[in-house]
């Protein structure tokens, strides 16, 4: 699985080494352009497909995307789980959800069987993964992943930790999609009140969806200019992101 022709990776000067993949290319001739063209060919267009409103293309892609990637061993798609997740949270602000799971299912294995189950990014897909089965209902297995996702991240509360705060979103949310609107605030109040002392708060993404799911169960809840504090917090981080993206472009405008 190691790849032991490269002379490089023996001599711990692999590039795979410094990225913390577990095989090397170098000595699998052809591995690099064939995972390049299973990009290619079925998540980019499948991307460009969602990104333009045509689902049902997307939705062939990606099925001909996972079906594809069961030719190949894990150890040689252990650089795009990223990928897949990029792609898997488009399909879920598009309402494709089964879709989602599907590539979400697939970053996952390929990360435990390459990286280990305490890798420390699979945190994110397996919050990611809860999300898109709470879309669908299927609350008891979306629990469960929520858990795995705070129990890698070595928590039980929120604190500076921005990385955490989308696990305990969900957790929150599948409390309010059942109709538990006391443990859901209850939740969202403890990640507010840990926000409250990171200095740079309003520059923080992450907390858009919190700040503005909080404000509606807070309206639910009957406390209304709560609700109306938090979502002029997101407003703010809002447009924090679209200045920042601005200046940004403006930099790459001139050094053209």
Not at 81 to 94: V, W
Not at 122 to 132: F, H, M, P, Q
Not at 137 to 154: H, N, Y
Request: some cysteine.
């Amino acid at each position: 699985m190691y790849g032991d022709g490269c002379t490089k990776r023996r001599l711990g000067q692999c590039a795979s080494l410094r990225d913390g993949l577990p095989f090397c290319s170098h000595a699998q001739p052809g591995v690099l352009e064939q995972v390049d063209r299973f990009v290619q060919s079925n998540l980019l267009p499948a991307s460009e497909d969602l990104r333009k409103g045509d689902l049902e293309s997307a939705k062939r892609r990606i099925q001909a995307a996972l079906k594809e990637a069961g030719r190949f061993p894990a150890e040689q798609l252990a650089g795009q789980p990223g990928a897949f997740q990029a792609l898997a949270r488009q399909c879920m602000d598009k309402g494709l959800y089964p879709e989602a799971e599907g590539l979400l299912r697939l970053a996952a294995s390929i990360w435990e069987q390459t990286m280990g189950g305490e890798f420390q990014p699979l945190a994110a897909v397996y919050t990611d993964l809860a999300r898109a089965l709470r879309l669908q209902k299927r609350f008891s297995e979306a629990d469960g992943l929520v858990r795995r996702a705070l129990i890698l991240r070595k928590k039980g509360k929120p604190d500076r930790d921005t990385d955490a705060y989308p696990a305990f979103y969900e957790q929150a949310m599948l409390h309010a999609d059942q109709g538990r609107y006391a443990d859901a605030e209850r939740i969202m109040s403890d990640i507010a009140v840990a926000a409250e002392n990171l200095s740079g708060w309003d520059q923080v993404p992450n907390l858009i969806p919190i700040y503005e799911s909080y404000a509606q169960i807070l309206r639910r809840n009957g406390r209304a200019p709560e609700g109306a504090r938090y979502e002029a917090r997101a407003s703010r981080i809002r447009a924090n992101m679209a200045a920042a993206q601005q200046e940004e472009f403006l930099k790459k405008s001139r050094g053209k």
